[in-house]
């Protein structure tokens, strides 16, 4: 399987290789990083060989990519492209020519093929935003951990499609999996998020194949110490990225022994320790999510997420719907609004838009009080709560 290459150049080589060395100890894909303390050192790099993504300072703009390669690749830089430049030769007879059409354009399509993304760290504190095309352009002062996850998310999101492509191949002959991915999340406490999660699952078990996947801490019956979620990510992230178009692809059914069944609920536990679900990062569980999706035969996933999940906005973006349990205390209303207000700074305004329009805020019938658990869950499907949950599942069409 390719490492994916991440290319680094910046005059502050402290910041750099900090840099750099975070992201191969941190990174949860496998990553190779190119560093570059002059901009000739990497436009050498670039005649022979490309990056998933460059990080730059402000002191080489990503648009002067553009710029460099409406030029001849093969060309031998002695010094700075920049001199280039001044002197006439790289534009042409004069300054006027440097944004010229065809020389954009030339140089748009030759940074496009050597570079998938390009993210441009500001000298101040600035949102993080696409600034055109493959341009993205965020603060340098944002934690290598924010940054990583973002490298992470664009890696993620630039090798989906050719992955997807290679799963339908390999599953040529065979009915091409789909499954429909549905998150119960809710940064609000005792809202009845778990037991939707159950309800669910077993309403939509009557439909097609269903798996309810569970984060909850400490959880009395959906929460084992062994062959729990915890082990079931280890054993998959083990020596394997999951997006990998390698020969080393696989079914879910070489991991059916993490499913467990109760009253018609086929789930996955979580685990007893809660520190180990927390080490679960949101990389990992978007690729058990696309193993689901693609490379089960489960019709229906329900995932009961954590409240306090790390990257949950990227999580959520691969579901179809989120249910949202809400509360009307003045507490609860402020947990969502502050809920929203961290979306709106990790995404842009067109992600944030999107992933509001698959979130529904709902409003649950009161829970039933039961001596034990387990009479609980039986009788909460012929109460209030449970004819309210069939209700969602017809109105936001997640039978069809």
């Not at 402290?14 to 990553?31: G, N, S």
């Not at 320790?273 to 996933?301: H, K």
């Amino acid at each position: 399987m390719r490492n994916s290459v991440i290319g680094i150049c910046d005059v502050n080589t402290v910041y750099m290789k900090k840099l750099a060395e975070y992201f191969m100890q941190k990174a949860d894909i496998p990553l190779q990083v190119m560093t570059f303390s002059q901009d000739r050192q990497l436009f050498r790099y670039l005649q022979k060989g490309n990056l998933d993504i460059l990080i730059t300072g402000e002191e080489l703009p990503l648009e002067r990519l553009r710029q460099w390669f409406g030029v001849d690749l093969s060309m031998e830089f002695s010094e700075s492209p920049e001199n280039y430049r001044k002197s006439g030769e790289w534009y042409g007879e004069g300054e006027e020519d440097r944004d010229s059409p065809a020389c954009s354009n030339k140089g748009g399509e030759e940074v496009r093929k050597k570079i998938s993304w390009g993210i441009e760290l500001k000298d101040s504190f600035v949102k993080t935003e696409r600034s055109g095309g493959f341009f993205i352009k965020t603060s340098r002062y944002h934690s290598s951990a924010e940054l990583l996850a973002l490298v992470t998310e664009l890696i993620v999101q630039n090798r989906a499609d050719s992955d997807c492509d290679a799963w339908k191949k390999d599953t040529a002959g065979r009915r091409e999996r789909n499954g429909c991915m549905i998150g119960i999340y809710s940064p609000i406490h005792r809202c009845g998020k778990t037991s939707l999660s159950v309800l669910i699952t077993e309403l939509l078990a009557k439909k097609g194949k269903s798996l309810m996947i569970c984060m909850d801490h400490y959880s009395e019956i959906f929460a084992e110490e062994d062959e729990n979620l915890a082990d079931l990510i280890y054993r998959i992230s083990g020596g394997d990225n999951l997006r990998s178009a390698g020969e080393k692809l696989c079914d879910f059914e070489l991991y059916t022994d993490f499913v467990r069944e109760w009253q018609g609920v086929s789930y996955i536990a979580a685990s007893v320790s809660a520190e180990d679900t927390v080490e679960i990062s949101s990389v990992q569980f978007c690729n058990l999510m696309d193993l689901l999706r693609y490379r089960s035969d489960y019709e229906y996933v329900v995932v009961d997420f954590r409240e306090d999940m790390e990257g949950i906005h990227r999580i959520l973006k691969q579901c179809d719907v989120v249910f949202m349990p809400c509360l009307e205390d003045c507490s609860s209303r402020s947990k969502l609004l502050m809920f929203e207000k961290s979306l709106k700074e990790l995404m842009d305004l067109e992600e944030y838009e999107e992933l509001m329009k698959k979130i529904h805020q709902i409003q649950l019938p009161y829970v039933i009080e039961a001596g034990d658990m387990e009479n609980y869950y039986r009788e909460l499907l012929w109460s209030d709560f449970g004819n309210a949950a069939g209700r969602l599942l017809e109105q936001y069409d997640v039978y069809s």
